[in-house]
């Protein structure tokens, strides 16, 4: 016997199960929610007010693939670009946020910047981005540029260190210069830059934190846990959806994302610089290059059936 | 039957046989593939619904019509050509390589009494002959036709 609409247990599974539709995008959930909803009330036992286990898991993991698949529109290389530009756009202001208290202008300026950035609202994005940027750098060399800024500026919460006391000017310069370049870019196949998801500013804590301590205080170059976990856990995500959906969107923003990184510890590690770099630090590298190298072979694999 | 092909997944197989007697809502599929399928297969209604968009997407199977059944919208799934021809592709498939294995395996033979019948025509399991019929009446071709 199948559970039907109108007894009052059913009505503790269909709410159930429409908490489990959440899984879906919106647009989906508003086009087809109902007749998933009526297919599984049909399917599942009348005296039931828990979801069966595998219905639980069917919900959720359809629901995931349908998100990633509903991300794969449009232009890859625009949309691919944009990821990466947000990544580094989010790490930007990660980095000025525990010094939001000493530099509130700025810290306000770099948060409408990412703001700009994740709506596609390209050319508000690039000026903001340049004016944050020409600040940032002048804050790492040492230098005063629109307003008086008492070097070095100490932090008010989130980490010990001060601002940019582990970076060169020039690698606060590429940070803030491929983001402008990612934004004036062009597709070639034209197209909207799309706005991102709100959860990016989730990210911010992530990257500002310079806890739990996992490399020694004395270096100066540190990685924290909490950075290390949520770039880690991006990138596997960024595989998983290139695995879903044989798109490569996902592999240029994570190469983008890299590459900054890449560049800017390069550059850090020259010998007029000073800093070496540690086994934890290449061990960390190897897996972020391993991890984009997933996201960019995983959708070239071999296809297992006609309709795969 | 294998749990998956090299052709075409096995549940998406389902799918397109359930339809191939005609349009379909959701839940008449689910339970149809399981009937077919001596319910070995039983896909929950998200991997199903999951099928059933992909399948649609790559042009094998359209929505027929819609219809609104206690208010809620019900979509009726039809195999396409492209589908049909695909499905019954994938059938032809199968029997080939079920008949080569019938073919080559002197245990199935025997088992199906076919060993000596076919030893004695200088046609074994083996032979180059014109084949044998099998139980059923399915003609199984000789390896020189295979």
Redesign the interface.
């Known amino acids: 016997m199948t559970a039907t609409l109108e007894s009052p247990v059913t009505s503790v599974l269909e709410r159930r199960y429409r908490k489990l539709l959440l899984a879906y995008p919106r647009p989906y959930r508003q086009a087809h929610g109902d007749e998933l909803l009526d297919v599984l009330m049909e399917s599942t036992d009348a005296d039931r007010t828990i979801p069966p286990p595998r219905e639980v898991a069917g919900l959720v993991a359809g629901g995931i693939r349908t998100r990633v698949i509903h991300l794969a529109g449009g232009s890859v290389w625009r949309d691919g670009l944009h990821l990466g530009v947000t990544a580094v756009a989010v790490a930007n202001l990660a980095a000025l946020v525990p010094y939001a208290a000493a530099i509130p202008l700025w810290t306000a300026l770099s948060a409408l910047s990412v703001l700009a950035v994740l709506r596609g609202w390209v050319w508000v994005a690039i000026p903001l981005t340049v004016a944050v940027g020409v600040k940032a750098v002048a804050v790492a060399g040492g230098w005063q540029v629109a307003e008086l800024t008492q070097v070095p500026v100490y932090p008010g919460l989130l980490t010990g260190r001060a601002l940019f006391s582990d970076s060169a000017p020039v690698t606060v310069t590429v940070a803030y210069g491929l983001v402008v370049v990612g934004l004036l870019a062009p597709a070639p196949r034209g197209g909207v830059t799309r706005a991102r998801s709100w959860w990016w500013w989730a990210a911010i804590p992530f990257l500002a934190w310079d806890g739990p301590a996992w490399m020694i205080e004395e270096h100066n170059l540190p990685i924290s846990l909490s950075r290390m976990g949520l770039e880690l856990a991006l990138m596997a995500a960024a595989a998983v959806a290139g695995y879903l959906t044989r798109d490569l969107r996902w592999a240029l923003g994570c190469a983008f994302y890299l590459a900054v990184t890449v560049v800017g510890v390069t550059l850090l590690t020259l010998p007029e610089n000073g800093v070496i770099l540690s086994s934890q630090h290449l061990a960390y590298g190897a897996l972020l290059a391993l991890l984009t190298a997933a996201t960019a072979l995983l959708p070239l694999r071999q296809r297992r059936h006609a309709l795969d | 039957m294998p749990r998956?092909?090299?052709?075409?997944?096995e549940p998406?197989f389902f799918v397109l046989t359930a339809l191939l007697n005609g349009p379909l809502?959701?839940?008449a599929i689910?339970k149809l593939i399981q009937e077919l399928s001596n319910g070995r297969v039983r896909?929950?209604?998200?991997?199903?619904?999951?099928i059933l968009?992909?399948?649609h997407e790559?042009g094998?199977i359209a929505v027929d019509r819609e219809e609104t059944?206690?208010?809620?919208?019900?979509?009726y799934f039809r195999i396409t050509d492209e589908g049909q021809a695909?499905v019954e592709a994938e059938a032809r498939r199968m029997q080939d390589a079920a008949a080569l294995v019938l073919r080559l395996s002197p245990g199935q033979a025997q088992a199906w009494g076919l060993w000596g019948q076919a030893s004695r025509a200088g046609k074994g399991p083996l032979g180059t002959g014109p084949g044998w019929r099998a139980p059923g009446g399915a003609l199984v071709p000789g390896i020189a036709r295979g």
């Open positions: 998956g092909t090299s052709e075409v997944s998406m809502h959701g839940h689910s896909p929950s209604v998200g991997t199903l619904y999951g968009e992909r399948l790559r094998v059944v206690n208010g809620r919208n019900r979509r695909l």
